[in-house]
């Protein structure tokens, strides 16, 4: 089994774990781990293989080790992974609010995995759902279909596992994506980014912009989803996730005092483009939205016998 060490010295005070935990998808998340010692651990499937990546900071320096096939290709991503390609210049806030956690906040960065596949199926479990219920289907799904990620046994984590491949994906039968539980709409669209995976993954080439609409050109991947994409693969800071049904609403709630629709949300963060999706995720880490009132939405029942 292949292991690879190398040490990076990033050019700002990188919060390793605060950026790459942007690649996890819910607490138990089956490809992510982090250990005692600090370290955090990603299982991705790379375009050379599988791979384990492990990340610690030690003094101003990140210390990276990587196993399986893609251990190369993961060294080389790291970087990026930990938001070197995230470029900040140009960015003003433009409300004294954001200013303030800007100023409390100014070494995190998006970041970028340079995966679609790997951070698009996700965000198709994570359609119009509860994130409780989303991120158990994610976990079934690594854990009945993934496979073993290369590297050792992590400390005091269960074994971390790969998500599967587009070819697995493909193959699973309705009455599996059911029982995850995963709907016949949000099935159906994963099948279908299965089947054209290999052209969507040369889309991460493109720019954002122009990604975009490749990625809206898959039936059942609509804005909310394409930018919950763009801004994992991509690490996009301007990928606004329209359609959510909390981020409006908060935004406009921190901003203004009062809560917005999706047209009061562009129509506030126009001014921050292209560092919109920054001004929305910096308010998200800050924990500032509106007051929750209400009960959580209860997570539905799919079962196996129901109609599609």
């Known amino acids: 089994m292949e292991h690879q060490t190398r040490r990076w010295r990033p050019a700002w005070p990188c919060p390793v774990g605060g950026v790459l935990v942007q690649q996890r998808h819910g607490g138990r998340d089956p490809s992510y781990a982090v250990t005692p010692d ?15 990546l492990r990340v610690r900071a030690v003094a101003g320096e990140v210390e990276l080790d990587a196993w399986g096939d893609g251990a190369e290709w993961l060294l080389d991503a790291a970087p990026g992974l930990l938001g070197a390609d995230d470029d900040v210049a ?27 596949l790997d951070a ?26 993934g496979e073993a990620a290369p590297g050792p046994d992590v400390p005091a984590a269960p074994r ?24 016949h709409a949000r099935s159906r669209t994963a099948v279908q980014v299965a ?39 991509w690490g996009d800071p301007d990928a606004v996730s329209f359609g959510d049904y909390h981020v409006a609403k908060d935004v406009g709630w921190a ?7 999706d047209a009061g949300l562009a129509e506030l963060l126009e001014p921050y483009r292209p560092h919109r999706g920054r001004v929305v995720e910096l308010l998200a880490r800050a924990g500032l939205g509106r007051p929750r009132r209400g009960a959580r939405m209860a997570p ?7 109609r599609r």
């Open 160 to 183: 971390l596992q790969v998500a599967p491949s587009a070819e697995v994906l493909a193959r699973i039968p309705s009455w599996e994506w059911l029982q995850l539980p995963v709907d």
């Open 255 to 261: 901003l203004t005092g009062t809560p917005v629709d």
């Open 90 to 116: 140009g960015f003003t806030p433009r409300h004294a609010i954001v200013a303030d956690v800007w100023r409390r906040n100014p070494s995190w960065r998006f970041s970028r995995s340079g995966l679609v």
């Open 38 to 52: 600090g370290a955090h651990w990603r299982a991705f499937r790379t375009p050379q293989g599988l791979g384990t």
């Open 195 to 233: 089947r054209v995976a290999a052209g969507l993954e040369r889309t991460v080439a493109r720019p954002p912009r122009e990604a975009e609409p490749l990625l809206r050109s898959v039936p059942g991947v609509g804005v909310w989803t394409a930018a919950e994409t763009l801004r994992r693969a």
């Open 120 to 145: 698009l199926v996700p965000a198709v479990f994570e359609q119009k759902v509860t994130g409780q219920e989303a991120f158990g289907a994610w976990g079934r799904l690594l854990r009945r279909h």
């Open 300 to 306: 539905r029942r799919h079962l196996p016998g129901s």
